[in-house]
């Protein structure tokens, strides 16, 4: 006889979790790159004669007024340069920063960090790509940067890496119940007294079959053994026994099957085809 048992296992499944190394530099790369749009100086040019430095505020106010003079022409040849001063660098910034910080959180997706990692990286390029400078060389130009100009492009390498970097990772175990066919327990099985020999189920059969004792065949023929003569235990008088000497279910429900030989039950009882003695 088999049942189908439920078999509790433990399963470890990966879970993302909060990057604390990943936020460390999405935060120092963001922090430095407001310092570097509001305090740090970004250039210090030098005629031969003096030097003057500048910072992004700075810039931002010359390439302004240039607008409404007659270099006008000359910045339309400059406009992502001029953008770049006015309002690009910061939306640059602030949108990889926040793609940085979701990018280590557990909601970091491969998009979300696909989108921080283009965001970051073209500030990083678009900010080497500033300083260029036909007349003077590009060389010349990135010597003129300061610590503004480099800290801006810290900024943006760390908020690349932090979002490499991304969330992180641990195993947390997830407790399962599958369904298991195996042989049933061999307990006592409970069974309706009443049922005659007919109805017991096809389970039943094999244990049916059990060899009837010598001994016990031969005190079933005899036609002088009392039929009523002592108590029945357990409510053994509500049932129907059977009307021939044979194994049936035990009515007590202590075993599987119980010999009646024809006037009484019997001591001599099966489970699962092993025969024992158990008084009533």
């Known amino acids: 006889?088999?049942?189908?048992?439920?078999?509790?296992?433990?399963?470890w499944m990966p879970q993302r979790?909060?990057?604390v190394a990943g936020a460390i530099v999405a935060g120092v790369g963001t922090l430095l790159g407001v310092l570097s749009l509001t305090v740090f100086t970004w250039i210090e040019a030098s005629n031969g004669i003096r030097s003057r430095s500048a910072t992004f505020s700075d810039l931002h106010d010359v390439f302004d007024r240039y607008q409404h003079t007659a270099y006008a022409a000359v910045l339309d040849n400059e406009g992502l340069r001029v953008a770049y001063f006015s309002w690009l660098c910061w939306l640059l910034l602030v949108v990889g920063a926040i793609a940085a910080f979701v990018a280590v959180s557990p909601a970091g997706n491969a998009l979300l960090r696909l989108v921080g990692f283009v965001v970051a990286a073209f500030g990083l390029g678009l900010t080497l790509y500033v300083p260029a400078?036909?007349?003077?060389?590009?060389?010349?130009?990135?010597?003129?940067?300061r610590l503004g100009f480099w800290g801006t492009l810290a900024c943006f390498v760390l908020l690349v890496i932090a979002v490499l970097i991304g969330p992180g990772h641990r195993s947390v175990p997830v407790l399962r119940e599958t369904v298991s066919w195996a042989p049933a327990?061999?307990?006592p099985t409970?069974?309706?007294p009443n049922l005659p020999s007919s109805a017991v189920s096809s389970a039943y059969q094999p244990l049916l079959s059990v060899q009837t004792p010598t001994h016990l065949a031969d005190h079933a023929s005899r036609s002088d053994h009392p039929t009523s003569s002592q108590p029945w235990d357990g409510g053994l008088a509500t049932a129907a026994p059977p009307q021939a000497a044979q194994w049936s279910p035990d009515p007590t429900g202590r075993h599987q099957m119980r010999?009646?030989?024809?006037?009484?039950?019997t001591a001599h009882v099966s489970t699962y085809g092993v025969t024992r003695v158990d008084p009533l």
């Open 190 to 192: 409970l069974v309706n």
């Open 259 to 265: 010999y009646h030989d024809g006037h009484q039950w």
């Open 17 to 19: 979790t909060f990057s």
């Open 185 to 187: 327990a061999a307990t």
């Open 1 to 11: 006889m088999y049942a189908n048992t439920p078999i509790n296992h433990t399963k």
């Open 133 to 145: 400078d036909n007349d003077r060389g590009y060389a010349s130009a990135l010597g003129e940067g």
